[in-house]
């Protein structure tokens, strides 16, 4: 069966910090996939897809990169955060949304200090 | 611009009553209608989906009502419990091309009152 894995659960890190958060997904091949950000109460707003290893596609220009170095592993970073970067990051994957929609991680809580 | 109107907000209903939230879109391209259910410091998880092809889907308590004619959808929760307290996500796709074409409203957030 396919498993999404999104890690660290909690994070709290200082203003200027770097960031690395990581996600894989396990028992399929080539998904497509996402990372979202949800502030708190609020909608969720996509910050990068991929389709495949080494394609990256943003949404928001902002302080945040991501990057596919493995078929099944999405990794969001930024070299310095910001306050305005605390938030809820949620990865997803899919290998055909109008069929199946996303299945998301359980997410990490990012709060910048 | 949003692709997918929800309304409303926030809703709160006693218990045994019925929830609904209401989802409107614009482009008729969209074939693929799902809905998310969000609890609190989790993921958003997969609750229930139409195609246009059906104007109503039921699964247990929680039914979906399509009106393609009014580019409207809905979520109707029966006999509204407290566990079903959480945020409720409508979404729209074109299916079945391209990589980014899920579009989500901008969420509900239910509270049922025991």
């Known amino acids: 069966s396919q498993t999404i894995h999104q890690w660290p659960a909690t994070l709290v890190q200082p203003v200027g910090s770097p960031l690395s958060l990581e996600c894989t997904v396990e028992?399929?091949?080539?998904?497509?996939l996402y990372w979202y950000r949800q502030a708190a109460g609020r909608g969720l707003q996509l910050l990068f897809y991929s389709v495949g290893i080494g394609q990256i596609s943003s949404e928001v220009p902002q302080n945040l990169s991501a990057s596919r170095p493995q078929d099944r592993q999405f990794i969001l970073s930024s070299k310095k955060l910001l306050l305005s970067d605390s938030g809820f990051y949620l990865c997803a994957w899919t290998t055909a949304p109008g069929a199946y929609g996303y299945t998301f991680g359980s997410g990490t809580r990012l709060t910048v200090v | 611009q949003q692709q997918v109107k929800q309304s409303p907000q926030s809703l709160i209903v006693q218990k045994g009553g019925i929830s609904i939230i209401n989802c409107a879109y614009e482009n008729t391209a969209f074939d693929y209608f799902p809905w998310y259910q969000q609890f609190p410091g989790k993921g958003p998880a997969l609750l229930i989906a139409?195609?246009?092809?059906?104007s109503e889907k039921k699964e247990g308590r929680f039914t979906i009502s399509f009106n393609k004619s009014a580019k409207q959808f809905s979520l109707h929760i029966m006999d509204s419990q407290p566990g079903d307290s959480a945020t409720y996500f409508c979404?729209?796709?074109?299916?079945?091309?391209?990589?980014?074409?899920?579009?989500f409203g901008t969420g509900t957030r239910l509270t049922v009152i025991p």
């Open positions: 028992g399929t091949s080539n998904p497509n």
């Open positions: 139409i195609r246009p092809d059906v």
């Open positions: 979404a729209a796709s074109l299916y079945p091309t391209g990589a980014n074409n899920l579009f």
